[in-house]
């Protein structure tokens, strides 16, 4: 042991593992991510019977029929590896966006195509811009890497984009921005997006997440897709089946990006990172134009009850272009939490964001969302 010490290397416990001093403080140094609870959990632990989740920005509707079909239909194969190459996939996704398929980079989730960007191009002395507060996998995956994080903070509830172009420096390696926000709801507008890319240099990824994207689109949100077909463009384009599509169990998103940026992705992705039953529930899902245009008009139609909601209460949120609203509650968020917790209602409390007093919560079905609206509104009158 006297000689791993002297090497900087640590053993912990019973396990003996080698670790550098340097790369164990490095993820001492990480607040590992914490899901939404799921509602199984809390039934077992509650004693609950009904319980319902508003806390991930899931889908409540469930997958289109089609998709249903399509992972059964799949299941008979599952003893067989999958494509590596998500041929299919990228087949329907080329046509319905007019984007050449070498273009494309799938992943296990589009969480994996943040992970696999960072992967790729992050290296020790690299910094890498991201607002703060916003999606937490942008830093936990960079701060991995050993790369050094700038946080730029919001303002108003909405990318600084300004801050962060002056945020740039020579060392500079890549730049996160979720658009929409998650977990503000807030998007950058195509005019915003457009000067802020003309300053950032050539050297630099800017990696915009469009997770939400298929509720987003129209009036003056981007449409980034011409960004990559500018040759000189370092932009990566996430997009996913987990929200719109509602299939967040598969894990099946993609990145859209020049052709070269795409093999550096691939280059570092596990061969098999995405399964056969979600590249088939994929393919479906695409093909369901109905369903997509039904989630999204329920989403939006069950929205603006919200906003009618809390404007009767006097509770301040901000407008939101996604399928989830960042509501300030001006109290403790982890007693509201709690309250609607043991009452079978699932939102997520934002302090782990640095939000105090914030809760955030998704649309459910219209009698989720009337459940929620009866529990809120006790929680609000009893937690002073
Ligand atoms: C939900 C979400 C994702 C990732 O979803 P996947 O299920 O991994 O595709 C990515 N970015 C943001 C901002 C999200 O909210």
Redesign the pocket.
């Known amino acids: 042991m006297s000689l791993c010490k002297d090497h900087g290397i640590v053993s912990q416990g019973k396990i003996e593992y080698r670790m550098t001093v340097e790369h164990k403080k490095r993820l001492d140094g990480i607040k590992t991510y914490k899901p939404g609870k799921p509602i199984e959990e809390v039934k077992r632990e509650l004693g609950l019977d009904s319980v319902i989740k508003l806390a991930s920005?899931e889908n409540p509707l469930g997958p289109s029929p089609r998709a249903i079909k399509a992972m059964a239909d799949a299941a008979q194969q599952a003893n067989r590896y999958p494509d590596g190459g998500c041929f299919y996939l990228r087949q329907a996704l080329s046509e319905q966006l007019s984007v050449p398929g070498d273009n494309f980079v799938f992943g296990n989730?589009?969480?994996?195509i943040?992970v696999l960007a960072i992967r790729a191009f992050l290296e020790l002395t690299d910094e890498v811009i991201i607002a703060d507060p916003t999606?937490l996998?942008y830093r936990i995956a960079s701060m991995v890497e050993g790369a050094k994080v700038k946080l730029v903070p919001l303002k108003d509830n909405k990318y600084d984009l300004d801050a962060m172009a002056e945020a740039i420096s020579p060392a500079t390696k890549m730049i996160f921005i979720?658009n929409p926000?998650?977990p503000t709801g807030s998007y950058v507008t195509a005019g915003e997006l457009d000067a802020f890319i003309k300053k950032v240099p050539d050297n630099v990824i800017v990696f915009i997440?469009e997770?939400?994207y298929e509720f987003a689109t129209g009036g003056d949100y981007p449409e980034t897709l011409d960004l990559i077909e500018k040759k000189d463009s370092n932009v990566i384009i996430?997009r996913?089946f987990?929200?719109a599509y509602s299939l967040?169990g598969l894990?099946v998103?993609y990145g859209i990006m020049r052709s070269d940026i795409a093999k550096a992705l691939n280059t570092v992705r596990e061969p098999f990172n995405v399964n056969s039953i979600a590249q088939a529930a994929a393919v479906a899902a695409l093909e369901d134009t109905e369903y997509l245009k039904k989630s999204v008009n329920l989403t939006n139609s069950e929205k603006e009850r919200y906003y009618r909601k809390f404007d009767e209460m006097g509770i301040q949120y901000v407008l939101s272009k996604t399928n989830f609203i960042l509501v300030n509650i001006e109290r403790d968020s982890a007693k509201v939490f709690d309250y609607l917790l043991r009452r079978g209602v699932i939102i997520r409390e934002m302090s782990a964001w640095g939000l105090k007093g914030f809760i955030r919560v998704n649309i459910g079905l219209p009698e989720e969302n009337d459940m929620f609206f009866e529990v809120f509104e006790e929680a609000i009158k009893e937690i002073k």
């Open positions: 920005n989730g589009s969480d994996e943040i999606f996998i979720a926000d998650n997440d997770a939400y996430a996913t987990s929200k967040a894990r998103g």
